[in-house]
């Protein structure tokens, strides 16, 4: 069993940067494929980055490609989103994924889901 806790959320203007954590406590961390999703008001949820257990596979939506960068922390048992050149485009509530590959993240095949923080981007 998994728990994911998404913090770093918040308002920010176009251009601005924000960093987002999850934290993940109550299992093997190091075990799992990491990933982040995101879903605005009114549309379905997409996927946005996701890493794998060692760091060594990283995969990013085109929309963020050369914005955002994922990382982790095995030792902290984190993982992290580096959000860039925010745009109003990026608004929506932020979701950390925990998944057995990079591939079933990539796929939403999801084995745990944290709560999901909100991002405005305003203009």
């Known amino acids: 069993q998994v728990q994911l806790a998404e913090s770093g959320g918040g308002l920010v203007q176009a251009g601005g940067s924000l960093r987002l954590s999850c934290a993940a406590s109550g299992g093997t961390f190091r075990s799992y494929a990491m990933g982040w999703f995101r879903q605005a008001p009114g549309k379905e949820r997409e996927f946005v980055a996701a890493?794998?257990?060692?760091?060594?596979?990283?995969y990013y939506a085109d929309s963020v490609k050369g914005r955002f960068t994922i990382s982790r922390d095995n030792a902290k048992n984190t993982v992290y989103l580096q959000m860039n050149s925010l745009e109003p485009e990026d608004t929506a509530v932020y979701s950390c994924a925990a998944a057995t590959t990079t591939r079933f993240v990539r796929a939403g095949r999801i084995d745990y889901w944290g709560q999901g923080t909100q991002v405005t981007v305003s203009s």
């Open positions: 890493m794998s257990w060692d760091g060594r596979g990283t």
